[in-house]
């Protein structure tokens, strides 16, 4: 056990407790004691997995493991995958420790790859992508929660009303999940685990020094509800853990917004803070055992509403609020925004779970929108949950704002309703619509900087047990010749349009291997990480880190300046994401029958320009496409 306590802080250093005769097995069976665990030490869900012959899991038998694919055809498109990148010089530096790593220690950690694989009881990479998120210390707040913007609900533009339909919802949703009775995900005819929605509610990530610890609770019967920075406890199930009417959450809502409360102390800032700032402020806090106690009302709640004052007249008001408000939020946790006006969203916290489960979730949402609309029933009890605070903590309150305001500051944001057409109009230029998006971001980003950087993509890989995400890898040598084809002066519509189609064919094909388990970035972040572990916990080996890890073209292409994710669905307008690095962007994009809409972040204050060009690149491929 206390071996594994420390498996659970990588960062931390132990060799001291590792003598120097541990074997190879023993590294194994901690590598899969992190996935035993159950997603590091994230809520291990299987175990709560119900007969086959229920809906919810009728097709999880079917569900195949995450395929380790063959190593030389890694290392073959990782060479593919970052010569667009680098220089002929760098190519061939790359291109031998390429070949010393397969010939050396690549196959050993390979091999010790499939041993993991065959001692972890979900997937040889579960473990290690949760440490990912966990030991992150920035700010969760722009850096790791994406925001959905839901579509307007015709028949209830009060707050309240709003706010108590997404409840009761979200109620519904929750039984069927708990009742084992939410229908499968199905990808053309390919069933999907469906272990996410098990930590889709009542799960929070409790800061920790170091690294964070994320928790589910299982039995959670109610949400807490934010205004002004207060917070207040209302359930959603009752007694009987059937869904409280829609008439009893609008009363209490109300109760809560016509409540005549100043500002309270705002102790989400601190969700916003650098984690080991909020892990050092909250275990003061919790001395006290009034605050011990609301904090685990909050840990325990389903997710948090959030009721705010603002009434953003669009979704460019509404963008940068979903990204970086800095009150009346609590970022550990998946968080309901509710606008004054009605307009409304879903900030998701991003390590129990991707887009695709909440983006079913927030299907229900837009499905609820049918049912009637319920007034008040007069039920309005409400428990207010109080922190008690130092005399002196408003310089710890002002030092949380500070830090923040300044990190928001710093982040620009631009939305793009691009409405001249959309993937119906793409589809009839037989071209793939997220291959025409993804290469419309390359030749938007070609006359910003003049040539490629790495581009991420994510793939859904749901399709495999404790199945998350792959990166597609945008940029090819079929990318760069169309972005530098369309930018030159004097290229014919023949060139352009040839170019355009061998390059949406080769990213279609990549993302195709790629949700087939056969990228190249997942199955590279393995082997580094055993390599890692081996050479923390296995001194007396003298194990030197590979020279492919150590290349800069390894650390080039896995530095994604592009960002992008394609989540698309009718139920919302928008979503958005923060750049992952200083010189990136963040491009979020929902590709509908008639519109493009597009979120774009960054950094270095270029959104707009880059929005600019993006809708100048997407007018100019249509145009280009539609000549015969």
Not at 126 to 144: A, C, H, K, Q, T
Not at 181 to 189: G, I, R
């Amino acid at each position: 056990e206390k071996m594994f306590a420390q498996l659970a802080r990588p960062q931390i250093s132990i060799r001291s407790s590792v003598s120097s005769h541990r074997s190879s097995k023993v590294l194994h069976q901690r590598f899969a004691s992190e996935n035993i665990s159950g997603r590091s030490d994230v809520l291990n869900p299987y175990k709560y997995a119900k007969p086959s012959d229920s809906p919810m899991w009728s097709q999880q038998a079917n569900v195949p493991r995450l395929p380790i694919p063959d190593l030389a055809t890694t290392l073959n498109r990782y060479i593919e995958a970052v010569s667009p990148l680098i220089t002929p010089s760098e190519l061939e530096v790359t291109k031998k420790n390429v070949q010393d790593f397969l010939a050396n220690e690549g196959p050993k950690l390979n091999a010790e790859l499939h041993e993991l694989n065959s001692k972890s009881p979900t997937s040889w990479l579960e473990g290690f992508w949760d440490s990912m998120y966990l030991n992150i210390r920035d700010p969760l707040m722009v850096n790791v929660n994406p925001f959905l913007i839901l579509k307007n609900d015709p028949n209830r533009k009060d707050q309240a009303s709003r706010a108590a339909n997404i409840l009761r919802s979200s109620a519904d949703f929750l039984t069927k999940i708990r009742t084992n009775a939410l229908t499968p995900d199905m990808e053309k005819n390919k069933p999907f685990d469906m272990l996410q929605y098990v930590r889709l509610f009542g799960s929070v990530r409790l800061p920790q020094s170091g690294r964070d610890y994320c928790k589910t609770y299982l039995n959670s019967s109610h949400v807490i509800v934010m205004r002004k920075d207060h917070f207040y406890k209302v359930d959603l199930l009752d007694a009987n853990e059937s869904p409280v009417s829609e008439s009893d959450l609008v009363s209490k809502l109300n109760a809560i917004l016509n409540s005549q409360v100043e500002k309270g102390v705002p102790m989400g800032i601190f969700t916003a803070d650098q984690r080991d700032e909020w892990h050092r402020v909250r275990s003061s806090l919790e001395k006290s055992k009034k605050n011990a106690e609301a904090f685990e009302q909050i840990d325990r709640a389903l997710f948090v509403l959030s009721l705010d004052e603002e009434s953003p007249s669009d979704l460019h008001q509404a963008s940068p609020v979903m990204l970086h408000a800095l009150e009346n939020r609590w970022w550990d946790k998946l968080n309901v925004v509710v606008f004054k006006n009605g307009l409304a969203g879903n900030l998701l916290e991003h390590t129990p779970i991707d887009g695709h489960t909440g983006l079913r979730w927030s299907l229900d949402i837009w499905e609820g929108y049918k049912r009637p609309v319920e007034k008040a029933s007069g039920n309005s009890q409400v428990e207010e949950i109080k922190f008690e605070t130092p005399a002196d903590f408003s310089k710890e309150v002002d030092r949380a704002t500070k830090s923040a305001r300044d990190f928001a500051d710093g982040v620009s944001s631009s939305v793009l309703i691009f409405d001249d057409y959309g993937s119906k109009r793409i589809k009839e230029l037989k071209y793939s619509p997220d291959s025409f998006l993804q290469m419309s971001f390359q030749l938007a980003y070609q006359r910003l900087r003049g040539h490629p950087d790495s581009t991420y993509e994510s793939a859904n890989t749901k399709r495999f047990l404790a199945g998350r995400t792959e990166t597609v890898r945008s940029v090819s040598h079929e990318s760069v010749k169309f972005a530098e084809t369309w930018t030159k002066s004097g290229a014919s519509t023949s060139e352009k349009i040839e170019t355009l189609k061998a390059a949406t064919k080769a990213h279609h094909d990549r993302m195709t291997l790629c949700k087939d388990g056969q990228g190249v970035d997942r199955h590279l972040f393995g082997l580094a990480q055993l390599a890692r572990w081996k050479l923390q916990f296995m001194p007396s080996l003298s194990f030197e880190f590979p020279a492919i890890f150590r290349d800069p073209s390894y650390s080039k292409l896995s530095t994604s300046v592009l960002s992008t994710s394609n989540v698309s669905a009718p139920c919302f307008d928008l979503f958005g994401f923060g750049p992952v690095c200083s010189q990136g962007l963040g491009i979020a994009y929902n590709i509908q029958d008639d519109t493009l809409n597009i979120n774009v972040t960054s950094f270095q204050g270029e959104a707009k320009k880059y929005a600019d060009a993006l809708r100048h690149a997407l007018k100019e491929m249509h145009d280009v496409c539609s000549q015969k």
